[in-house]
């Protein structure tokens, strides 16, 4: 019996190696949407808890869930206000990170975060909400065009040009950007030396 | 083009945390009372789109819809069976608001896409409040601000629908049209329930 038929089944082993197996993608993915790793946190327990619930929609034969689980996932990072308020219960129950257990990598992380977010955020969060899913998809995660459709439920024809339109917008501002970044380069090592 | 950062293993004991949080959850609760998910139908469109999901339950004698007034003016609706479009239409237009309503099932979509001439901007047009402002934890609906249709323009609710087990998961388009808007005669489609021209 493939995977995708014993988690329609209800198996809890085949579910739970699903969630060893894309945990991680979905994490990642999260955080390209939500900009915010905590929150990444709790939409991968609310997708698993989702994709648990829609697990009859499986269907029995085909290929990796990964674009099954990243659509649910996506859907779930983009309604996580309301999720969380429908999902009350469940995340008061969820586990809270313990102390970091390493500042020196936690802070090494946010400075590259952050240089990563004047960089990039800026310009991705001014996309609109279905160009950031694809790029989001297609880029980050790199799911192909078909992957991509299954994920987000449209057509491929849908990905490719939303997908176009995005790069567009995000190779602008990156060269607008550029542009900026050279007029502040002066002020930049003062600025890291305090 | 380096869009995002690198990506992260989920630190320490999360990974396990998080696993051990969701088997438990999935073990303990009983599946109609496990919560409804955000399934969203993609939304395309130049007019307004505000897309929200909510649970209905199907059966059990209670009524298709109901409409509730809030203090602030705004609407409640929920909707219990989507199987009454025009039901809820007549009920909105007999509170004053010159609306259509469609059901729109998976696999199909209104035709004409093309429903306006002329859309409200969205800005102008945001018929749904979202987040809601009002409670709705123990019954989930849509908060609709009506009283922003003018005289002369329409307010359009598209309802994507979906039957599975016992609920039906809709979301919802809302735009308002300056003028009539064409009837929404449903076809097959592989598009976006709620995609709109």
Redesign the interface.
Known sequence: MTTRARIRDGDQQAFGDLFDEFAKAVYNHAYRLTGDWSAAEDVVSLTFLEAWRLRERIEPEGGSLRPWLLGVATNVARNLRRSARRHRDAMARMPRPEAVPDFADELIGRVADAQHLDDVREAFVRLREHEQDVIALCVGTGLDYAEAAEALGVPVGTVRSRLSRARKKLELAATRRQVRGDRGTAVRPVKEST | ?N?????????????R???????A???TRP?RN???????????GVAAAAA??LPLVLGGGTPAHAVEKNPDGTLTVTINEANDPKGLEANLRGMGYDVVVDFVPQGKQCSPRKRSDSWVPREQSKLTV??PTVDM?DD?GYQLDLAKIGPGQTGVLMFAVGK??RYVVAGIWAGISNGPVAPCELVDS???PLEVD
Request: no cysteine.
């Open positions: 083009m869009v995002f950062p690198d990506e992260r293993d989920l630190s320490g004991g999360r990974h945390d998080l696993k051990e949080f969701v088997m959850e999935i073990q599946r496990l919560l409804r998910p955000m399934i969203l139908a993609p939304v395309l929200v999901v979202f987040p934890s989930p599975e087990d592989d598009g976006a």
